[in-house]
Every structure is written in C-alpha cells, then in structure tokens.
C-alpha cells in the first residue's frame, strides 16, 4: 500500500511569524495523525532553517519549492540540493508549472533538477501537468508523457522507487477550479499505466499526488480515489484550519 503524503507548497509567501504560527500547528497534527501519512512543507528557502527549527522532534518533514542542478559554483541566486540536505529537507519539488512557466526550463532541464536531488539524498517532487488550452484540445497525457519521459531518459524508470510525482493541472492551480475527482482519477490512473510499461513495480509503488485547488472541501474526494495518493497544496497550506483538515482526511483514508 502506497503512504498517503500531504505536502504544502507555500510559494512566495510567508514570513518568520508564519512559519512560527503554522509550522507548530502543522507538526502537532502531523504528530497526531501518526505513521499512517506523511506530512511535509515547501516553504521559500530563506525559511528553512526556522521550519528546521520549528519543525525539530516532530513527524513534520519539509523541502525545498526548486532546487539548482549544481552542487556549488558561481551561479548567484541558485540554491543547491546539498545545501537544502545540510538543512534537514527530505523533498525538493521540481518543475512546478510556474518554474517551468516562469522561468522557462525545458523537460530536460527539470530533468536534471530532479537528478540533481535525487543523486543528493533529496526525495524529488516531479511537478506536472498540463495548460487550460493543451485541456481543451485532449493533450494532457502527451504533455504528462514527455514530462516524465525526460526524466526516465535521464534517471531511468528505477529513479522513481525514491521519488514522487505531483499532477498539477494548470488550469486548477490557484484558480479555485479543482478538477473533478473523476478527471484527476483518470489522469492519474493514465500516469500510472504509462510508467508501467516501462516497470510495473515501480509503477504501483510511486506516490501520485493531486495538486490544483485542493482544499478542504474538495480533498476527502479526490483523496478517495485509488490512484491519488495525497496532495501538494498551495493556498490552503497557509492557513492553519484548511491544512490540518486536509492532514485528517489523509490520515482517515
Ligand atoms: P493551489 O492549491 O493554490 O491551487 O496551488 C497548487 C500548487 O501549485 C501546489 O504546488
């Protein structure tokens, strides 16, 4: 049986008394829920060492949102796997649609943002999805294909025993239209059946979350359905209330 993992992705939000107010409430229901789930927090970089902190002696786990494909060097701004490792991070998300939107990096580039975390001891977080139009015109498994396909090039299917995959449909990310269980079942029951062609051990170990307007209301379903298995959660995992009732409904499942 596959974990139930809860993860929040704060983004660009926060600041030190956030983290103080959230990440004690989010460890003591992480504590309370028990071994059944798992419950992590990307927060901004800047913050690690306070989750460090806040987070010390409880099942709370945290990350980082990216990370770079270098260990060190002179590339200003960037922050490297190894770093976040020295900090206590078990999850570096990579190829978030606003990464890979923003900051324009390719399929293979977040390919080696996830080989980077992984050769570094991180658990990487595969981000992927498709746009609103890519919807519409029925691409959403080319789109999801060739973005684990990159890394399956690059990493090999086995890289997934050690990672997770988030499916995040533009389209439902930070809009309030979350998609229907039904539609994200069926997406995830596809990303599935793909990488079992590839290895179905494999396949039926990896944890494929749900991201994109997963809230309270909308998580007890979604979170029902066979192939998801948990979510990565934006806007809700900054209020205290929104995310500790997400953490419940996981560890009822
Ligand atoms: P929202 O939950 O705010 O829609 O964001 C989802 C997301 O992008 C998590 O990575």
């Given at each position: 049986m596959r974990k139930p993992l809860v993860m929040g992705n704060w983004k660009l939000n926060g600041t030190k008394q956030t983290v103080k107010e959230l990440i004690?409430?989010?460890?003591?229901?992480?504590?309370?829920?028990?071994d059944k789930i798992e419950v992590a927090i990307c927060s901004p970089a800047v913050f690690i060492p306070l989750v460090e902190g806040a987070a010390a002696g409880s099942k709370l786990q945290y990350g980082s949102e990216d990370c770079d494909i270098h260990t060190q060097g002179a590339y200003t701004g960037e922050n490297s796997p190894t770093q976040f490792k020295e900090f206590g991070c078990k999850y570096a998300i990579v190829g978030h649609s606003e990464r890979r939107g923003y900051h324009k990096e390719s399929n293979e580039y977040v390919a080696q943002k996830f080989k980077s975390a992984q050769d570094n001891g991180l658990i990487p977080v595969l981000c992927i999805g498709e746009s609103e139009s890519e919807f519409e015109q029925k691409k959403t498994m080319d789109i999801c294909k060739a973005e684990l396909k990159a890394v399956i090039d690059l990493c090999g299917i086995a890289a997934f025993e050690k990672a997770?995959?988030?499916?995040?449909?533009?389209?439902?990310?930070?809009?309030?239209?979350?998609?229907?269980?039904?539609?994200?079942?069926?997406?995830?029951?596809?990303?599935?059946?793909?990488?079992?062609?590839?290895?179905?051990?494999?396949?039926?170990?990896?944890?494929?979350?749900?991201?994109?307007?997963?809230?309270?209301?909308?998580?007890?379903e979604l979170f029902g359905q066979p192939d998801i298995d948990g979510g990565l959660i934006g806007g809700a995992s900054l209020k205290v209330a929104d995310f500790t009732s997400i953490i419940e409904t996981a560890a009822k499942l």
């Amino acid at each position: 049986m596959r974990k139930p993992l809860v993860m929040g992705n704060w983004k660009l939000n926060g600041t030190k008394q956030t983290v103080k107010e959230l990440i004690g409430a989010f460890a003591e229901a992480a504590n309370k829920a028990g071994d059944k789930i798992e419950v992590a927090i990307c927060s901004p970089a800047v913050f690690i060492p306070l989750v460090e902190g806040a987070a010390a002696g409880s099942k709370l786990q945290y990350g980082s949102e990216d990370c770079d494909i270098h260990t060190q060097g002179a590339y200003t701004g960037e922050n490297s796997p190894t770093q976040f490792k020295e900090f206590g991070c078990k999850y570096a998300i990579v190829g978030h649609s606003e990464r890979r939107g923003y900051h324009k990096e390719s399929n293979e580039y977040v390919a080696q943002k996830f080989k980077s975390a992984q050769d570094n001891g991180l658990i990487p977080v595969l981000c992927i999805g498709e746009s609103e139009s890519e919807f519409e015109q029925k691409k959403t498994m080319d789109i999801c294909k060739a973005e684990l396909k990159a890394v399956i090039d690059l990493c090999g299917i086995a890289a997934f025993e050690k990672a997770v995959i988030a499916y995040e449909p533009i389209w439902a990310i930070g809009t309030g239209k979350t998609a229907t269980p039904e539609i994200a079942q069926d997406v995830h029951h596809q990303i599935r059946e793909y990488l079992k062609s590839f290895d179905a051990a494999v396949a039926d170990k990896v944890q494929i979350l749900y991201g994109g307007s997963c809230n309270a209301k909308t998580a007890p379903e979604l979170f029902g359905q066979p192939d998801i298995d948990g979510g990565l959660i934006g806007g809700a995992s900054l209020k205290v209330a929104d995310f500790t009732s997400i953490i419940e409904t996981a560890a009822k499942l």
